[in-house]
């Protein structure tokens, strides 16, 4: 049910390092699915009755099936595809010979591999949209010197592009030690520095500790944002801008107003807000008044 997976999506959240749980819904129409990956069947069997231990309504017994590991690790180049917008590409690493690109295009040559943000979901997609307005609002020169953040980085495609979109001051953290370290090589691809952009293995409150954003975008899920409303808006200096993304539309209005009312306290000022769609996704724009 829906309710008993907001319940374990929660539980999940509070994990340390990767949870190898995950909720399923194909559409808006189908049903939820609880899936875990494991080594074994024994590992699952066991990790299966500590969860039904706090979820009593789970089944007794769950379907197994097995996973080929070789194909699961490369199946997912098939669904890549090279996306861009304004100026900016997003093409996968072994496209690099055959993808045509424009004459003063910037590209980001990238390969996922197990880490989120592959440049085909949408709730990326709308935070890429967030950092070319941003760019274009404050001008070539003060997007050089302005402080971005990319909050839950995933494979780094956002950091990377706003380091070569010209930002000098560029710092991407995810608690996923697989995120971490695929950024870090999707760096080492595109940069001719790539310590020019920071990555760090973290979670939002150690990451943020001390750090303040002129833009961040932080593609995370709504209820972890939410958790974290305080911490990602104090990081936000005046005249900046917080864009929340991995919202679904449904979550929209909860967001928003969780996120208005903590800007007020902090801010001392109203937040100047805007959200997009894209399919079933949105995001939430918060521009900090100077």
Known sequence: TAELADALETA?????????????????????????????????????????????????????????????????????????????????????????????????WFDAGMAFGTGSHETTRLCAGRLL??????????????????????????????????AKNVFGFD???????VSVENARYNLSKPDAVTFQEAGIEE?????????????????????YAETLVSAIRPGGWLALSGILVREQAEVEEHFKKVCRTLWKSEALVDSRTMGEWCDVLLRRII
């Open 12 to 108: 999940f959240c509070e994990l340390v390092g990767c949870s190898p749980w995950c909720i399923v819904q194909k559409d808006k129409t189908s049903p939820y699915l609880l899936d875990g990956y494991f080594e074994n069947e024994v590992e699952g069997a066991k990790a299966w009755q500590e969860l039904r231990a706090q979820f009593s309504r789970l089944p007794e017994t769950p379907e197994v099936l097995p996973v080929d590991d070789h194909d699961w690790k490369n199946a997912y180049k098939a669904f890549l595809k090279p996306w861009d917008s304004r100026g900016l590409h997003w093409v996968p690493v072994w496209m690099r010979d055959t993808y045509e690109l424009p004459q003063s295009a910037v590209c980001v």
């Open 175 to 181: 608690r996923d030690t697989e995120a971490a370290r």
């Open 133 to 166: 307005d941003y760019k274009e609002a404050v001008g070539n020169t003060v997007f050089a010197n302005a402080q971005v953040i990319d909050a839950g980085c995933g494979s780094g495609i956002l950091a990377i592009s706003a380091s070569l979109l010209g």
């Open 207 to 227: 990451a943020l500790e001390g750090k303040s954003a002129d833009l961040m975008v932080a593609n995370i899920q709504a209820d972890v944002l939410n958790i």
